[in-house]
Every structure is written in C-alpha cells, then in structure tokens.
C-alpha cells in the first residue's frame, strides 16, 4: 500500500495534510519533481531569486526526512512521466498531494487524476496552503468576491481548521531512484548573486518556525502603525516561507490567536497581521476565478492605458538609479536580499507605473525575478491593484509622493542611509531629496548629482500630471470613476 507523496508548495512535515493521509495509509515515498516551464505550461515560472531558496528548501526538508530514516527522491519532469517512473519503481497504488492554484497546475493535475485514476491508482489531493479553497466563499449572489474587505469578512465567518502536528510513519527506500540536487543547477554560481543571502535567511521548516516565533514574541507589538516602518523590524518576513510552503497559513492563523489570547493588548495588532494572510487569500481567490490575472488588465478598460516604452528608465528603476532616494533604496534592498518591505514594495510599484508610465507587467516580470517570495497570486494581484487595473484597485489618483513617502516612513533616514550609503551625510533634511540640498550641504556630505548619485529621471509633479492625462483614456473607456 505504498503511497507516492509529491511535495510541490508544501515543503514541510507538520500541517501537510497530503503527507498524514499518506501515513495513515502505509509506506511512503516523498518525492518532487523538477520540471521546465515548458513541461508544466507555466507562462509565469519561478526564476532566479526563487530557484535559490528552493535549492535550499528542498536540501532543508531531504534533512528532515532523513531524521526519520528517508530521503526525498527528486525527479526530473515533466510530472506524468516521472510520476509514472516512481510508481513503476515501487509499486505504489496511490498517489498524494496538495493542491497548488496556479492555472497551469490547476489543469495538470486535473490531467494527472484522470490518467492514474483511470489505471486504478487512489489519486488524491488536499488543501494545505489556504485557509479556505477559492471555491469556499461566495457573494450572495454566488459569485466569486471582487473588493478584500466583504470577502475577508465572509473569511472571517468560516472556522479555519487546526493544523495538523508533524506524523510520522514509514519512509520507504527508493535506491538508484531520483537525482542529486546539484543536477538541476538551481543555485548561481558565475556570478553567485546571491553570496551572503544563507547569512539573511534560513530556509526550511525549522527557520518559518523560529522566524514566526520570534516574530510573534518581539515584533507583533505595535504592528499595526510599526509595519509601515522599513527602518524598523515590526514585520514578520514570513513571505518567502509561505510561499514555499514551509509553513502554513493555519499555523500562523493558530500561532498568532494562541499568542494574542495569552497577551489580550495585542489583539489588535494580530488582527492586523492576520489581515495580510487575508490578502494572500483574496489574491489566490481572484487568481483562481480569474485565471488570467498574471497577463491581462483585470478591468479591460486599462487596455485603453497610453503606457510609454522606456528601457533607459526601466533599467533605472531595476538598478535602483531613478535619483529618489526612498525608490532607489527599495529596489537595492531587493537586489541584495531578495526580498522588499511591503510598504515600499506600493511605492516603487507606484513609481514604476505612475510616475514612468511603464506597464505593470515589467515590474511583475522583474518581481518574479528577484523576489523570494514571488507569489503568482500575490505579486499579479498587489501590481494590478497598485496599478488602478485590479480588483478593488487604488483609486487612479492616488500617486504616492516619493519624497514625502521617505520623510514620513524613514524618517531619521536610516532605510535609505543603508541602501543608498553614497547618500548618508546628508542631513535628515535633503536625506529624501538630495536634488533640493543647496550645492554646500551636497560638498559637504560628498555628493555629486550625476555622478555619485544620479538626479532625478522625471519630475514628480510633472509626472503626476502625466499619469493623470493617461488615466483620461482609461475614464473614457469606463475603467475608472470620476475624481
């Protein structure tokens, strides 16, 4: 009665839900499978920045498993014909895993089940990255939910189910099965770009855990204000790890109620930070209803939108050279961590979009790239929305300031003194606008616009202007209220 498990998003041993039912059934053989983008259909792969924690993820949880006397064996794709090797290698009869979203896994999986059910194999999957499936909550006139807040309500009126604990049971040997880790080339090395990141983050089940822990313990506190923050450390840095699954929603939705029963003046503050795994889950609810998401306008009449064709400003954004100090210093962070605080993430995807006119699709291109933690739900959804094109969208007129943005979320400057360290002796008071610093203060702190940083590639208030002009288009064609 051995049972295949294919880990996919779901790279942990406790709240894995297709991994328990595999143990209650008998032997198991945990596998997963490497495959190209043009194996599985995916239009929108995971790429550099997120192959690395995958590397180390997979190394994480084969560490794991070998605690319990097993290993896992990976296999080269595409899916049905290494699943249809691991079942001849061990005689498995059933075949488990949890669910992924994605519209190229929502119809290969569909595959899959046809095909091994029809030569009698038990093929089952579960829900395990989701507090509730896409198809759970409707509007009441049973549709799919198109604004966060009623749909996080109508979440918030569903019990979320406990998560399961770690089970254990019998890991079957698979010898001469699978392929060294190494094979698949899933690290850099020419150049290794991602130098240092092991000393940033610990990948696997063992480091969600412990960051949760330490999260909950020293930075939920204030978390409600503290979050928009990115000098400071009230935020969980959990992304990454939910996205590879190594920790579950449930377990921070459990975690987080425990903790805030046992400290009740935090309450609000953990309703707060549960209110983002909640955007997580609006943004898997639209992907799934509106399968298009990672590629089109969610509202058609953004299709109207006259974005410009910039490589020039488009690099600048990337390298974090647009001459806006609070921008540049979240696209270095990005590139050096491979990660962005949430509130300058909305700011730099402001940017790109509003003050550049450059098409979204650029900026979730290049998130895809570089992010850890680059959600297909979350990273479509977030863009579109900043964008004014999403489902309950930012109003078209709101174009965030990068200078005031800085000045009232870094106040003391030391966000951008630390990824714009060519900037750090200028006072407090050009520190967000160095373009304005009378040419004194810019000698004095070392500066030369132009060269040792450069000056702005646009003008804020004439780029605002200019959005605004392009959001006509967009009004006339029905896609956006009247200010």
């Not at 049972?3 to 894995?16: G, I, K, P, S, Y």
């Amino acid at each position: 009665m051995t049972t295949l498990v294919w880990f996919r998003q779901d790279l942990r041993l406790a709240d894995n839900p297709a991994l328990a039912e595999a143990f209650a059934r008998g032997p198991v053989l945990p596998i997963y499978i490497v495959e190209t983008p043009e194996q599985s259909g995916d239009t929108h792969p995971m790429t550099g920045a997120s192959h690395w924690w995958l590397h180390h993820s997979l190394k994480a949880l084969d560490a794991d498993l070998a605690r319990m006397g097993g290993r896992l064996v990976i296999l080269e794709g595409p899916a049905e014909t290494a699943l249809e090797q691991a079942v001849r290698a061990t005689g498995a009869t059933a075949i488990h895993w949890n669910r992924c979203y994605e519209p190229h896994a929502i119809a290969r999986d569909t595959r899959l089940k046809t095909r091994f059910g029809d030569e009698g194999l038990s093929v089952r999957s579960f829900n395990a990255g989701l507090l509730h499936e896409p198809w759970e909550l409707e509007t009441k006139t049973g549709g799919p939910f198109k604004v966060y807040s009623p749909f996080w309500r109508a979440a918030l009126a569903r019990p979320v189910t406990p998560p399961l604990p770690a089970r254990s049971g019998e890991l079957i040997a698979a010898d001469g099965l699978g392929l060294p880790l190494e094979h698949f080339g899933l690290t850099p090395s020419r150049p290794d770009w991602a130098a240092g990141w092991l000393d940033l983050w610990q990948p696997g089940e063992a480091g969600a855990s412990a960051l949760l822990e330490g999260f909950l313990s020293g930075g939920l506190k204030g978390y409600g204000e503290l979050r928009n923050r990115p000098d400071l450390p009230n935020v969980s840095r959990l992304s990454p790890h939910l996205h590879f699954g190594e920790i579950s929603p449930r377990q921070i939705w459990a975690a987080t109620r425990l903790y805030t029963d046992l400290h009740p003046g935090l309450a609000k503050d953990g309703d707060k930070f549960l209110s983002e795994i909640g955007w997580r889950e609006f943004s898997y609810h639209l992907l799934y209803h509106f399968p298009d998401l990672p590629a089109k306008n969610w509202k058609p009449a953004f299709d109207a939108y006259p974005w410009r064709d910039s490589a020039a400003d488009l690099k600048a954004w990337q390298r974090g050279m647009t001459g806006y100090p609070m921008v540049d210093a979240g696209m270095r962070e990005l590139w050096a961590t491979g990660y962005m605080h949430n509130r300058v993430r909305m700011l730099v995807a402001s940017f790109l979009v509003k003050h550049l006119r450059l098409d979204w699709r650029h900026g979730e291109a290049w998130f895809r790239d570089t992010l850890l933690d680059a959600d297909l739900a979350n990273n479509s959804a977030s863009w579109q929305w900043v964008t004014g094109s999403g489902a309950d969208a930012a109003p078209y007129f709101r174009i965030f300031a990068p200078v005031g943005q800085g000045q009232k979320f870094d106040p003391q400057g030391d966000y951008v003194r630390r990824w714009c360290p060519e900037l750090a002796r200028l006072p407090d008071e050009f520190l967000h606008a160095p373009f304005e610093a009378p040419d004194r203060v810019l000698k004095a702190a070392g500066v030369v616009l132009g060269k040792t940083y450069p000056r702005p590639i646009v003008d804020h208030a004439a780029a605002r202007a200019a959005a605004l002009a392009g959001y006509e288009a967009v009004k006339e064609a029905g896609g956006v209220a009247a200010e």
